[in-house]
């Protein structure tokens, strides 16, 4: 179910630059009791990538509410809220264009997370890396032809999801997700400025870190660093922990880390 602009609608105008070029940003939400998860913190992600991205002004008071309104009638389930420039300009110019589009969706959750949660997952390298560009690291916009292309590529796996690395050879995130892992009391996620997302569930599991036992490290590594982990974990605002089972050869048994995040996740 779709709304465009506040109102239920099931298709987009051709002229659209998000359609045209991926202009503008998504953020996924999860909803629970009727209610959107984080709702405040994923506003703003839309408002800081808007931001980045040089978008027209938008009216997020109105977008909230959208987000708020379709959520109700679920008691688990997905929203995803799209922000594109809207209609104009003149080829990638964006001059002119003054009416941004907001996109609403709403759907089901997938079943086979809380499957994920209880057995683990496992991860197949991709043969995908991810372009290193400091202008756009961290922002969730609409253009996604490197995940299309990586997840076309563990459709033809058995693993779960794909670990991807960067174009330097360097340990990213995951094709929907982000990643983290433990050595003792030290827990490491891969620096996320010159490429990747930065998801808000990372965002939680950085703030839940703080002030614990656990010394939280931002890393540039390689695949290998992987290799003598206690445990890897990913992340993002659906799911929203996972524990990791394997990566390539490598196996994981610890669920420390796991344990301790997930009461608060």
Not at 47 to 54: D, K, N, W
Not at 70 to 88: E, Y
Not at 125 to 148: D, F, I, T, W, Y
Request: a positive charge; proline letters at 6%.
């Amino acid at each position: 179910m779709y709304w465009i602009n506040g109102q239920r609608h099931h298709a987009l105008a051709p002229s659209d630059r998000g359609l045209q070029f991926g202009d503008g940003c998504f953020t996924t939400a999860r909803v629970t009791g009727g209610k959107v998860d984080m709702l405040p913190w994923h506003i703003e992600r839309l408002q800081q990538a808007a931001h980045r991205l040089m978008l027209p002004t938008t009216d997020w008071v109105a977008f909230e509410q959208e987000m708020v309104h379709a959520a109700k009638p679920l008691p688990l389930g997905v929203i995803k809220a799209i922000l594109t420039r809207g209609s104009g300009g003149r080829g990638y110019s964006p001059a002119g264009c003054e009416n941004p589009t907001r996109l609403v969706a709403r759907s089901s959750y997938p079943a086979h997370y809380q499957q994920w949660r209880k057995q683990g997952i496992s991860l197949a390298l991709s043969p995908v890396p991810l372009a290193r560009n400091p202008l756009l690291a961290g922002l969730k916009h609409l253009n996604r032809l490197e995940q299309v292309l990586i997840r076309a590529h563990l459709d033809q796996t058995v693993a779960d999801e794909a670990l991807v690395l960067d174009t330097a050879g360097m340990l990213v995130e995951c094709c929907t997700a982000n990643l983290f892992w433990r050595k003792g009391r030290a827990v490491f996620t891969p620096d996320l400025s010159q490429s990747g997302v930065a998801g808000l569930m990372r965002r939680r599991v950085i703030e839940l870190l703080m002030g614990t036992e656990y010394s939280l490290h931002y890393v540039s590594e390689p695949l290998e660093a992987l290799a003598d982990a206690d445990e890897v974990l990913v992340s993002n605002a659906l799911m929203p922990l996972l524990p990791v089972n394997s990566v390539q050869s490598w196996r994981y048994h610890s669920r420390q880390l796991y344990d301790f995040l997930r009461p608060h996740c």
